[in-house]
């Protein structure tokens, strides 16, 4: 069975560009490590034909910084089934006044974010490969 | 003669504001036709609610500011006629909430007497129906300034007036719509929260009304006219990055009739007075 | 004299070297150079993100690549007609060490750092001799 493809925004300008990051590596290195996959996005925007032929159709979760929402579109434009839709902003609506830190480092609380938007993700790549099952 | 609803309250059973929100919620539709929604069963189970919702003007009462009644009706694509919010209803009336689950004689008479507010046709309701909308551009046009690689849109229509806090007011007739300058989401980057202020409440010129906040900072909506608030843009609850998407479109934030604009605009600036203090603003800020 | 430098960076999540370009950019935006280099989010360069190609268009840009596929350098020549400078992060850090498997910020190590301050020093060496045009 094909693994997810989770692709995070490459957000340099921002934190929340640095959280999807983290919470992708975390899925697929870490939480779902068996059937789950990162490709990268710039690969996808400048529509290399190895990668777009291996996203075309598959199962994807994409994780944006922002509301720019450049993985999801792009997957979609790639021709990606997008099954989850993720924003490291919105994660922050549950942590009101809390500083994650900067594009190039999280603090603690970040950490902590990342780590609950990685579970969310992981438990969302599960739901998709016992759908495809 | 009472209104006829259908109530939307919050469930919170945890908290004195909850408790209150049902018991306002329950006197309402004790006293007239107003009907029930349950929170709880509609989230899992919509189809009992639909023609209700769709028969009766929805009436949203949220206990505090977590507005779970409110993001309820946004999920469902409901359209709310009135909302209220326990806290600030509170807040607004001197009275301090208890921190038990049982309602206080006070409570219980508060509940009271916001229940009865509500149920009566009001002479503001009335107003509201009657007046005229407000006439926005179909179509606006933009000045920009760039610095670095941001773009500061400036809309150069007629009827634009802004604040030296960033604030704008398209003015038409005697009724003014609400927003913040392309300046202020640049400055605070994604916006995340939007706490809106009353409608109904009454707000002077250079009053705090409402605020958004960022991962960066909190920013206080100084108005820049005086005014009886007539609408809040209630999408901003769930999606405020369309103050960033669209600050002066999408991104309106409230609207309001007019008390003393033939005053207030003596302190406001149109486009070309703007122009240079935003100017000003971007090259002494790094965004 | 240009007043600015934009870099596009790519921040590659398959590869160490995208992981250190990120760090290394933003290194220099904040620490090295602040006030005189802009970074420009890939991503919505590619997706039609219209500040950061009319930066591109105004300003001369450094393309800093972690890998052969060059997303950076040919995105910034398609969408802004030429690039005034690149680096290809395996020049200076080597093949081996740019194509290894990404790594989270919580798992960097002195010798990553000490690796993505080589490609920050490159990249303000480009930067220098572009504002002493």
Redesign the interface.
Known sequence: MSKVIV????????????MA??A???VT?HLAKETSE??????I??G?EEVTGKVCGQSCISIDG???L??F??LEAAGGIVKGKFRS?DE??FH?G???G?????TEVG?QITDELAAKIAVKVDEIQKEAK | MTRSFAVLPCNGLDKSAGCIAREVALQICEAGESELICPVFYRLAEAKYTKLAEEKSLLVIDGCATRCASKLAAEKGLKISEKINISEEAKANGLALSDGLRLSAAEVEFARQLAERIGQETKTAQQAVTEEKLKFPAELHFQTYAKDKFLFKIPDNAGFYFNENDVWAYVSGKKARIGVTDFVQHSLSDIIYFTPPVVGSEVEQFEETGNIESGKAVFEIISPVSGVITAVNETLIDTPELINQSPYEKGWILEMTLTAFSDDRDLLHEFAGYYPVLKRKVDEFHV | MAEKVGVLACSGEEYLGGTLSRLAVRHVMNKLRPGRVSTLCLPLYIAGGEEEREFAKKYPCIAVDACSKSCAKRATIKYSGAVRDVLVVSDVIGEEAASCRTVSARDLKPEHYAMMEKIADAICLKVDAILAE
Request: aromatic share 4%; with cysteine; net charge neutral.
């Open positions: 692709v995070p925004c490459s957000g340099i300008g921002k934190v929340y560009g640095l990051r983290e992708a590596l975390a290195d990162t490709i990268c996005l710039a690969h925007v400048t290399d922002c509301a720019s450049c993985s579109h792009s902003v922050m609506r009101r809390a500083n994650p900067t594009g190039s480092d999280l950490w």
